[in-house]
């Protein structure tokens, strides 16, 4: 905390909050807060990652982009997948992500040897296309035990109700977005204890919204992901913020899905002394309105105050 306390003037009172930290007292001119996670986009897609961290957002998970970008320089923190794992001529190979969105997979060495590449350029995510136009039902298996053998974690792109199901009893991670078809309560059940990513604003179903309050209510952690590319705020979204609100979160659950809870889940540093975390200056408490991260004071960003 010495750099936070030579740049602010203050000393920061931090409580423990299981495995992160946040400011319990405010600064004497305002409030300390860790900077905004975007749990899902596609920020090699559309490239607006300055303008990400001039709003506060200060880390990214890219859940596909082309082979090439793994390991580029960026001005935030980006966690990467690499190209989503899919079936030859699958999602989303003949649509938006033609140009190496996708790799294309038909047994199950294919996989196990794209998984040994991805991991060796730098990819902490594997994020598999499911469904009908998806890898295929036999590799997800395959897939989940030799990511996590490599301790990847596993996101799927599952909108409707079988696939949601197959991924979780495979084993899988996270879910890449909210479904959009109803989901049972088998499936709901099945999840418990694993992680959604909201991206109710760029798939609006309103099955989506009420998917999401029942895993929430299930015991599913809520991560705040916007699809970036897809939708295009370049910033903290207030459509998704506007939903998450409508699926029963209120605005401490909301600043946590956006800040604390994936700061924990992708074990990113906490604000602590000597650490190189990414934080936000805030005039007032997000937790009581969480309009306030939508326009920081000033952002850091591992450590180094964003001019």
Known sequence: MSK?????GVVLALVSCGERQVAEEPAADGIVWPAV????????????????AASGVATVVDLAAPESALGTAWPIQVIASGPMLTRPNGYPLESWGSEGYGNACADAACVAQTIDRMAAKGARVVKIAMGDNGLDAALVPVAVEHAHAKQLVIAVHALDNASALLAATAGADLLAHTPTEPLTPRTIAAWKGRAVISTLAA??????????RALRAAGCTVLYGTDLGNLRDAGPSTAEIGLLRQAGLDDAAITAAMTTTPTSYWKLPAIGPGSNASYLLLERDPTKDVRALLAPRSVWIQGRRLK
Request: charge should be negative; aromatic fraction near 10%.
């Open 4 to 8: 936070v306390s030579r740049l602010l």
């Open 37 to 52: 996670v975007d749990s899902h986009v596609h920020v090699t897609y559309w490239p607006v990652a300055d303008k990400l």
């Open 203 to 212: 798939f609006g179903a309103p099955a989506a919204v009420d998917n999401l």
